[in-house]
């Protein structure tokens, strides 16, 4: 092997400088020749150099037709069947070896001994990058094993936004990648010359010529292709997603989609969006948040990057508080999450935001008819640092005034929210970002009551890569939300103020062990003060008492690590485990009672805690699990179970939570929620991924909830733990959907059966009852009709069961005349059932080149046939002392919508 090394050297000098630019095909045709002999031809006839040992190759001759081949290609003919292989270096040198040790432990042997000898001889157009093609690392840099890491991350020429889902190719080699949520890629190769095809939907298939000397990074951005209009599809993952995913109950928004989506009054809404998927659901117009799973509104885990949304609302659930222009990606976790979340039961909406544009500066604007936005990107320096801020606002009291009913018309309300984001690169390896958010809500009924709430959010993160499989990164948080209630009225005036202030802090690493190993750990620290209520007169002739509670702390610390493993092209395991310490902290009063059972003036004494100390405390162990078998190319199944637990709930005795619902931390009489979540489905896509189909079944065991006392008291009560009662639930159910994803007609169907129940002591003699968000049956249709890629008709129908209520099923008199009404038992009856049809058209953006602004149309018809489905149904009695129904209808009649949408390119 030295002697072959030393010819190498010796040879490759004397003609490296003839080489450089002579053509690298040649015809070699023969009907018996030794390999020795073919190889010496190679040598003698064209401008490279093939390095072997006679005595290495095997005897006898083979019989060869080459026509203007490669000198790649005409080497893995000669070494057919053959126990040898070769390895290329830089300008047009190869040198075989045994195919066994080519590419393991003698090369990087080689290519240092290589580096060592001949660098310094190499021609000046090898140093650097060779035209043409893009040179990357040095000898070096290479592993153990001879091959090179070449990581990257692919963005958007334009935007500077990064792309999921882009795939990286490399011709004539199995090596290939998809870019991950930040859009990163990893390849691994042996030195030498290869061409990379970068594939993005809507960006065309773009070709890269790279020099691989070592380990190194090579980021690329992709200008959108010249493609035929009808050939654009934008996704925001893998094409087959749907089939090869490992994590079970995940669900992605197609952000590409929501501005064609129907909304109410024109506003794209992630959460509405949301509303399509199977097994989430809402209880209608009015609503804050969404239900997964049967599970209840705060038990839904609402990021935006790391920071947690308290309200996920505006105008009283009309709007959501999420802004698609600053959005990058939406994720839904549906029970079955992954270790790094915590702190809610039944799902986690991950929000990431976008990064600013690191090349130019772009506006976008949108004009609706009770809402407007503004988004603003660009670098502060190029390609090291960048902004991107929106705001939204709305301006709806001109369309309440047209209102014909009086106590409408005298109501008012108003929303504004606004994010900021900075982006600044450090080096080639580390990443500072801050972001901050904040919104205002006002809602007035008629001079009656008011609710007025507000966020406050601010976040820093620190991205850093420590080398090729280690990164990670630090976040910390800080957020504030305050509400209040109003009653307006002059005698009952009063003011209810509640709020949540919490600090994260929260460190995470990855570490890429290989390519079928990923590992994952951090911790998450967060600290709580509940302000529980506290309520004032409003005027000097209320006859309301001043009353106020003590602020509650509590401290939730949580450790958490993970693994993904790919056993096989079949099968994959997504495993984690999450371990969460809780602590209820004082200062703080503990009322002790007798027998220790909470009970209405049940109190026999107090214990006074101070600062710090702690009042009790809870652990929590939490494995989570997810597999997927593939069963063929195209199908799969999918299982998992994940161990959940909350520790901070929303108190609310109304049908919905309202925004100045308090928030409850768990305490020694109010114990967290717990609960047990198993999924299994079956996925299958059809017509080369185009069809999506999934049916899916999943299953609840609540083995710790607490369910309200009838006419429980709630606001500002000291002894908050008398009203409530410990239980136990269950839910499970089945979610069947099907999408197609391109075509003239496209779309998605989905239909969910689910059943949702809980049994508490002391409620409905102790036997399961139908929780507040069962909705037995639900179904969501969209079809798309395109015509071409710029106009798109969208058709949304959306079916639910009717949510159950307790009604009054009859009444009796007592001795002196009053009707006393009898109720039925807890939820048995059900309002009626609601159904609701939306049409949209979008005209969308232009694809002229030359012009620097890009408009766009959607005008859409909500609720089309004006159906008047019932939020809730409250009773009143007849003179013939007979319960009579009455529907309230939030929205009665069609809404229709023109948005405007502008930006420059």
């Not at 090869?244 to 928004?253: C, D, I, P, S, Y």
């Not at 709007?319 to 270790?339: E, G």
Request: with cysteine.
């Amino acid at each position: 092997m030295k002697q072959l090394i030393t010819l190498a050297f010796i040879l490759f000098v004397c003609t490296c400088a003839s080489a450089q630019n002579a053509p690298v095909t040649l015809n070699l045709k023969n009907a018996s020749i030794s390999r020795a002999e073919a190889l010496r031809q190679i040598n003698a006839n064209l401008p490279v150099r093939v390095f072997f040992e006679d005595d290495q190759l095997p005897k006898g001759d083979i019989s060869l037709d080459l026509n203007d081949v490669t000198v790649r290609e005409a080497l893995d003919a000669i070494l057919k069947e053959s126990v040898l292989d070769f390895v290329d270096y830089r300008d047009r040198v190869y040198v075989i070896g045994s195919a066994i040790t080519i590419g393991t432990e003698f090369d990087a042997a080689y290519y240092a001994a290589v580096a060592d000898r001949i660098e310094e001889d190499l021609p000046a157009t090898s140093q650097g990058e060779p035209a043409g093609a893009t040179y990357i690392g040095t000898l070096e840099s290479l592993g153990a094993d001879g091959l090179a890491t070449i990581t990257g991350q692919i963005t958007d020429l334009s935007s500077g936004e990064s792309f999921i889902g882009a795939t990286v190719q490399v011709e004539n080699n199995t090596a290939a990648a998809a870019t991950d949520i930040d859009g990163n890629y990893e390849l691994k190769l042996r030195p030498g010359t290869y061409t990379m095809v970068i594939s993005y939907v809507g960006f065309g298939a773009n070709r890269r010529d790279i020099k691989v000397s070592g380990s190194g990074k090579y980021d690329i951005a992709l200008g959108a292709a010249g493609t035929n209009l009808q050939e654009i599809v934008v996704t925001e993952q893998g094409a087959d997603a749907n089939v090869n995913r490992v994590q079970a109950g995940v669900q992605r928004l197609d952000l590409a989609s929501l501005e064609k989506l129907p909304t109410f009054m024109g506003e794209a809404d992630v959460v509405k969006a949301l509303l399509l998927s199977p097994g989430v659901s809402s209880i209608g117009e009015g609503a804050s948040g969404f239900n997964v799973r049967g599970g209840e509104i705060d038990q839904n885990l609402l990021l935006m990057d790391n920071g947690v949304l308290i309200n996920s609302s505006h105008a009283l659930g009309f709007f959501s508080t999420y802004n698609a222009d600053v959005i990058k990606s939406v994720d839904l976790y549906k029970a079955n999450m992954p270790a790094r979340f915590g702190g809610r039961l039944a799902s986690v909406l991950d929000v990431q935001m976008r990064d600013g544009n690191f090349d130019h500066f772009r506006m976008k604007a949108g004009i609706g008819p009770v809402t407007g936005k503004l988004m603003a990107e660009g670098p502060i320096v190029k390609d090291r640092s960048s902004f991107i801020i929106g705001a939204r606002s709305s301006y709806a009291n001109w369309a309440i005034n047209l209102a014909s009913v009086p106590e409408v018309k005298n109501s008012s309300t108003f929303f504004f929210d606004g994010n900021l984001r900075l982006t600044q690169r450090i080096g080639k390896n580390s990443t500072l970002i801050l972001q901050g958010y904040g919104s205002q809500d006002e809602f007035n009924f008629n001079q009656t009551f008011a609710f007025d709430y507000q966020t406050t959010m601010g976040q820093a993160t620190w991205k850093q890569i420590f080398s090729d499989k280690l990164y990670g990164d630090l976040s910390v948080v800080y957020s504030d939300y305050q509400s209040s209630q109003s009653d307006l009225r002059v005698l009952t005036a009063e003011k209810v103020n509640n709020g949540i202030k919490y600090f994260t802090i929260k460190p995470k690493l990855n570490y890429d062990a290989s390519e079928d190993l990923q590992l994952e750990g951090g911790l998450e620290i967060n600290r709580f003060t509940v302000n529980p209520g506290n309520r004032a007169p409003a005027s000097a002739e209320s006859f309301v008492e001043a009353a106020g509670l003590e602020d509650e702390q509590a401290l939730e610390s949580s450790i958490f690590g993970s693994a993904d493993y790919t056993f096989s092209k079949r099968f994959s395991i997504s495993a984690g485990l999450r371990f969460t310490n809780y602590r209820f902290l004082g200062p703080g009063t503990e009322f002790l009672y007798e027998d220790g059972v909470p009970t209405r003036g049940g109190i026999t004494d107090s214990v006074r805690y101070g600062t710090g100390d702690a009042i009790t405390s809870f652990n929590s162990l939490q494995p989570r699990i997810s597999m997927r078998f593939r069963l063929n190319g195209n199908a799969s199944i999918r299982a998992g179970y994940g161990r959940t637990a909350q520790f901070l709930n929303q108190i609310f005795v109304s049908d919905s939570p309202t925004p100045s619902s308090q928030y409850q931390l768990a305490t020694r009489y109010i114990p967290p929620f717990l609960s047990h979540n198993f999924s299994l489905g079956y996925f299958i896509n059809k017509d080369n991924n185009n069809v999506e189909l999934g049916a899916e079944i999943y299953a609840r065991q609540i083995d710790q909830l607490w369910d309200y006392r009838d006419f429980a008291q709630v606001i500002v009560n000291p002894s908050l733990e008398t009203e409530i009662l410990i239980g136990e639930g269950r839910a499970y159910g089945l979610e069947l959907s099907g999408k197609r994803k391109v075509g003239t007609l496209n779309g998605l169907v989905s239909y969910t059966y689910s059943n949702t129940q809980r049994k508490v002591t002391g409620i409905n003699n102790g036997e399961y009852y139908n929780s507040n968000f069962d909705k037995p049956h639900n179904f969501v249709a969209t079809i798309n009709w395109n015509p071409n890629k710029r106009n798109t008709l969208t058709a949304n129908f959306t079916y639910g069961t009717g949510r159950p209520v307790t009604a009054p099923v009859g009444s009796y008199r007592v001795e002196n005349g009053l009707s006393v009404p009898v109720y039925s038992d807890r939820n048995a009856v059900r309002i009626p059932d609601y159904h609701r049809l939306d049409l949209a058209y979008t005209l969308g953006k232009g694809y002229d080149e030359t012009k620097k602004f890009q408009t766009s149309w959607t005008i859409s018809l909500y609720n089309v046939y004006g159906r008047k489905n019932a939020f809730s149904v409250f009773y009143t009695q007849a003179p013939d002392l007979s319960n009579v129904a009455n529907r309230l209808a939030v929205l009665g009649t069609v809404f229709p919508a023109i948005t405007f949408n502008i930006e420059t390119r």
